[in-house]
């Protein structure tokens, strides 16, 4: 593990003025991964920005864990299909100017 892209939950609970039990549990659902290394808790710089999502859709919006938990599904499947999509316009254009030679 690369210590570099750790980061104290303490510090970032500080920086967002958050609880740190907000962030474990969303640790103990499973949706984020929280990292001990002696005695003290740390997150993953790379997880931030989803991190941050959660907590908006949990403290701004009152939405509860099981909620965040569809929700972060249903983005990446969102994400997944957009990507197909894509992929199958990208196709079609290809296809549709080769007939055209």
């Known amino acids: 593990m690369e210590y570099e892209k750790l980061i104290s939950l303490k510090k970032f609970c500080i920086h967002y003025k958050v609880k740190e039990s907000i962030v474990l549990s969303l640790d103990e659902f499973g949706l984020i991964t929280i990292h001990k290394i002696d005695q003290e808790y740390f997150l993953n710089t790379d997880d931030i920005v989803e991190l941050e999502k959660m ?3 949990h403290c701004d919006l009152g939405i509860n864990l099981e909620g965040i938990d569809a929700i972060i599904v249903l983005l990446k499947q969102n994400k997944v299909l957009r990507h197909k999509l894509w992929l199958a ?3 079609i254009a290809f ?3 080769k007939e055209e030679e």
């Open 55 to 57: 907590l908006r859709l």
């Open 89 to 91: 316009e990208k196709n």
């Open 95 to 97: 296809f549709s100017s």
